[in-house]
């Protein structure tokens, strides 16, 4: 039995109300586009001013933004989504984009380019970027990678260099020691503990020529592989070298007020490049980024520049080439783009790129520099991860922390998480 | 505060032994309410500090007091909070007056009158309680939205009046149980109708009740998130609780000065609204003199 | 005394008509009253509550991703959830743990805070306030901050027990005592039950102490004797509302938790798991099954509850 969801909740719907339908209020002649995001205050204000300017240039068309926080956005959305009212233009994250483009509830936009929507001049590897399937579902709105975050100060106090790109695991572990001898901060750590973080996982894997999935959607590492992560993080935590246990579960893989960096408890923190910024807000110590550790002197493309943010279009949408045109001006016009910066990460138009980058602070033009010579760091950005990859992810934190809190070994944790994650993958619906 | 005094069981009791339980009864509510309000004076003196110095220190005497966060929180959104203040006041006084009136005739119903079903009803309206909203929610979102009542208050304000939320319908119903039935049958035997029993009977009898109803219904509104955050999409629209959570994004910059600064600006109106009431749950109970 | 029902008294002027009144005629006298009372409720319960529930039922024996048309697949979640799935045990071991724990201590709690408030202590108002003003946060995004500040390593809690010589874990990202930072931050929001239990100790006539008094009880044993029984629908009241309200504890672990319910999932409530697989992991077939599957637990507990409420608590009737 199969009943067209929409068919089936409007009909439900109809039913109650008993005809109270048809109220709607009649649209108006100019194009209203509604636009939702997630953030803070700081990006809606320079969403906001590039949409005044956006209007101003196309007075027939008007435009609604709307954000929220990151952990109430995907509500809504889904919500609005599954009840026949998603908004125009959807900020897309770039594992989301698979959820929503695989289930339909995005519209695919190769129609769209060349004509309302310009990307004659847009980085090649950033339209790979919004690509599921082969179609084009999102347009990247600033090149990101991972990125060590790290307090200048405290490096500077324990007498120990900064990390630089040519920085390895097993420096993690002399380093650690070195702050553990300087005993700066009662006891902070050099590094975190980065078993749980699956953008870690995921560089060090790069490293071994593998990766989270295949291009087929399957499972890119094995027992071994899982193992002997667990297996290396676990010999930094029985040296001290890394947060304790429960200090590191303080941070929920969430709100970066929780990282370990923002807590004092360790010097370095994995995050995305455009963090810096929000980093640096909510600390007194001056930061840098850096690299992710190599997996030893010749590792390398662990790192990919990938989307921070996508603009897509609802399938649903009634003003589909309109939505197409003004994604077109925000990331090619370079007055809007001096008003966005690179709050959203680094644009991917290269003339934009050359206009913005003289006008950046000091630390948004950390940023840049650091994903423009990532070098031999820098790999190609890999498949899109299949549906489910998001539990897979979400699973890994507590795995992660069975083997700190001592529940489970390595050579327990890792085949165990490889059969959980296959498990996930193989399910439907 | 003397007709209070005399009404508690300490009334009865050696005055000596009296005043040092008075003393210890102090003693205890005194520490109680320190280790209530710790957490509390945390995040007033949080608003107070430097922005760099919000997480710096777990001392609740800031180094500086600095009112930048208030300053930065009130405009800190493209829409003031004197918006917000307004709205979720309208939400919260629009839904006191439907939840008061619509659960206390079901309740009244249920506590007094006899028809056929009510075990059945009074069973399925407990039911209700128990549903986690998490997913009745998209069904309710379709059928609002086709109403076109998306992005307004009706959502929010209409289903108080229709008496939806049990809670408040099996609160009033236990009080007017606690009622003596005595008062109601000789007000019958006087001839009223059964709408003057509820209306000059039971509901001036039951003031406490429909106070702490209403002090709850203010609260639990003013409070929500959830249904602004899914029916309002307009700023203009959004209430206290909902724009509060525009402060703080995960991913992004977020500012929690302006948040702690905002968030004990928002206990204001509901802590008013509380202590204003309170008093109505005394007298109210002092007027109506539970005897039998 | 024969007591006469309210709402009948519409039946006496039909007994000096003469036509017979028809079958819907004498429903209506006899029940007219109570439906046309219950009509504000009925009109929501038809039009707003029970739609939504039955969809979300039918949805229960779907596959329904939100974004495309449920497909059928009969009792495959149920089972599922029944056979296959850890975190669905791992969610029922903490909910009812949290249940277990954080209702009788949070009824206790506000009991007793009742009682002392009800001695007619000067400053009654004032201590009210003070002890209502956590229950006002509710569960604003403020608290995960607060929280951490108090709970973690370095938190108040640890920096009090540090002169008496103990070094504290961290209790909040600890998984033995997460779920007790969680259970914690529900009794400290006692308000509202104390609210309900003060309102009820005020309903008990003065007279009744005063006599036991001349009778010579004692404090304890007009407590024991008196109090505690004329308090018994209040008590059953609260019992049934915060045990519903901790089986669907909801907020308090999304904030802490961020979400997540770690550490190891210690703090996986039942609606998180629900809700993460609703809105995280687009599955709201399961979802739906799994919210069913707490309504039947708590209607269970309910009406147990109700069974036994005969031999414990005292109505006047």
């Known amino acids: 039995m199969r009943i067209r969801r929409r068919q089936f909740l409007l009909g439900s719907a109809a039913l109650i109300t008993a005809g109270a339908a048809g109220f709607r209020p009649a649209s108006a002649a100019e194009t209203d586009l509604r636009q939702i995001f997630w953030g803070g205050q700081e990006r809606a204000k320079r969403t906001y001013k590039a949409n005044d300017l956006y209007s101003a240039a196309n007075p027939s068309t008007k435009l609604t933004g709307e954000f929220y926080a990151w952990d109430d956005y995907w509500a809504k959305l889904a919500t609005e989504t599954a009840g026949g009212n998603a908004p125009d233009l959807i900020q897309m994250d770039y594992r989301y984009i698979v959820e929503y483009a695989n289930r339909q509830a995005l519209a695919p936009l190769d129609e769209f380019v060349g004509k309302e929507l310009d990307l004659a001049d847009f980085d090649k590897d950033q339209i790979e970027g919004g690509k599921v399937k082969g179609k084009l579902y999102g347009i990247s709105l600033g090149a990101n990678s991972v990125a060590s975050v790290l307090n200048e100060a405290a490096f500077k106090e324990a007498g120990v260099p900064l990390p630089d790109n040519n920085f390895t695991y097993d420096d993690v572990m002399t380093v650690g020691e070195a702050f553990n001898k300087a005993n700066i901060r009662g006891g902070m750590k050099a590094f975190q503990d980065g078993s749980g973080v699956e953008p870690a996982l995921e560089n060090w894997l790069r490293q071994r020529g593998k990766g989270l999935y295949t291009a087929e959607g399957k499972l890119g590492f094995d027992e071994q592989d899982l193992t002997e992560w667990f297996q290396m993080w676990k010999k930094f935590r029985d040296a001290g070298v890394i947060p304790s246990p429960e200090d590191q579960a303080l941070d929920t893989g969430g709100p970066l007020d929780k990282t370990m960096i923002a807590l004092g408890k360790s010097a370095q923190s994995f995050v995305n490049s455009n963090q810096l910024v929000a980093v640096q807000a909510i600390m007194k110590d001056p930061v840098t980024i850096s690299a992710f550790p190599r997996i030893g002197k010749d590792g390398k493309g662990g790192h990919y520049r990938k989307p921070s943010q996508l603009w897509s279009i609802a399938s649903a949408s009634k003003h589909k080439p309109d939505a197409a045109k003004y994604i077109s001006y925000f990331i090619n016009d370079k007055d809007a783009n001096l008003v966005l910066g690179v709050e959203r990460g680094i644009p991917c138009a290269a003339s934009v790129r050359d206009a913005v980058a003289p006008t950046l602070k000091a630390q948004d033009q950390v940023a840049l520099k650091f994903v423009s010579n990532l070098g031999d760091l820098l790999g190609p950005i890999p498949p899109p991860p299949p549906p489910n990859a998001g539990e897979v992810d979400i699973q890994l934190l507590p795995k992660s922390q069975e083997v700190a809190f001592g529940q489970a070994t390595p050579e327990e944790a890792g085949p165990a998480f490889v059969q959980q994650a296959k498990d996930i993958l193989s399910r439907k619906g | 505060m003397t007709s209070e005094a005399a009404r508690g069981p300490s009334a009865v009791g050696g005055k000596k032994s009296k005043r040092l339980n008075v003393i210890l009864a102090h003693a205890a509510l005194v520490i109680a309410s320190i280790a209530m309000l710790y957490p509390l004076l945390w995040m007033l003196a949080a608003a107070f500090r430097p922005e760099n110095e919000i997480f710096s220190t777990s001392s609740i005497i800031p180094s500086a007091i600095s009112l930048g966060s208030f300053v930065r929180g009130w405009n800190g959104l493209q829409v003031s909070f004197s918006t917000f203040f307004i709205n979720s006041f309208v939400i919260s006084v629009l839904s006191v007056i439907g939840n008061l009136a619509a659960c206390s005739v079901t309740a009244f119903a249920f506590a007094r009158l006899k028809f056929w079903g009510k075990n059945i009803w009074f069973a399925l309206m407990l039911g209700t309680l128990m549903l986690p909203y998490q997913v009745t929610l998209i069904p309710q979102y379709v059928l609002f939205h086709n109403i076109g009542w998306v992005n307004t208050f009706l959502p929010l304000v209409v289903p108080k009046y229709l008496a939806v939320d049990s809670f408040f319908i099996f609160l009033m119903t236990q009080f007017f149980r606690g009622i003596p039935r005595e008062l109601d049958e000789a007000a019958s035997i006087d001839g009223c109708s059964t709408f003057q029993i509820y209306w000059k009977i039971m509901l001036p009898l039951s003031t406490p009740a429909l106070v702490t109803a209403g002090i709850f219904t203010f609260i639990f509104t003013w409070d929500d998130f959830f249904g602004p955050l899914i029916y309002l999409n307009d700023m203009k629209n959004y209430t206290v609780t909902l724009a509060l959570r525009s402060f703080v994004d995960s991913t992004a910059q977020s500012d929690y000065g302006g948040l702690f600064a905002m968030s004990i600006l928002s206990l204001v109106p509901i802590f008013l609204f509380f202590l204003f009431f309170q008093r109505l749950l005394i007298e109210g109970i002092a007027t109506t003199g539970m005897k039998r | ?317």
């Open chain 3, 1 to 317: 005394m024969t007591v006469r029902p309210i709402g009948a008294e519409t039946e006496a002027p039909a007994i000096g008509h003469t036509v017979i009144p028809s079958r819907w005629a004498k429903f209506w006298a006899r029940n007219g009253a109570g439906y046309a009372f219950l009509t504000p409720w009925l009109l929501g319960f038809f039009g707003l509550t029970l739609g939504p529930a039955l969809i979300s039922l039918y949805l229960s024996f779907t596959n329904f991703n939100l974004l495309q048309a449920p497909t059928w697949v009969g009792d495959d979640n149920y089972v599922r959830i029944f056979t296959a799935d850890p975190r669905f045990l791992q969610s029922l071991r903490v909910t009812f743990f949290f249940v277990l724990f954080s209702v009788p201590l949070k009824l206790a709690f506000a009991l007793a805070v009742a009682l002392l408030l009800n001695r007619g202590l000067r400053g009654l108002p004032l201590y009210r306030a003070i002890f209502y003003l956590p229950s006002l946060l509710g569960a604003s995004v403020a608290i995960a901050v607060l929280w951490r500040e108090l709970f973690a390593s370095d938190g108040v809690i640890n920096q009090l027990l540090a002169p008496l010589g103990i070094v504290g874990p961290s209790w909040i990202s600890n998984p033995r005592y997460a779920l007790w930072t969680i259970i914690l931050l529900s009794v400290w929001q006692f308000g509202s039950p104390m609210i309900i239990f003060l309102a009820g100790l005020r309903q008990i006539p003065q007279d009744v102490y005063e006599a036991a008094a001349i009778d010579g009880a004692s404090k304890s044993r007009q407590f024991w004797s008196i109090t505690l029984p004329l308090l018994t629908p209040v008590v059953f009241f609260n019992a049934i509302i915060q045990g519903i309200e901790a089986f669907k504890s909801f907020t308090p672990a999304f904030i802490i938790s961020g979400g997540t319910g770690n550490p190891i999932n210690s703090t996986l409530f039942y609606t998180l798991y629900l809700y993460q697989e609703a809105f995280a992991y687009f599955r709201m077939g399961n979802a739906a099954a799994l919210a069913w599957i707490l309504l039947i637990i708590i209607a269970l507990f309910t009406g147990i509850s109700f069974l036994t409420s005969r031999y414990w608590v005292y109505y006047d009737e």
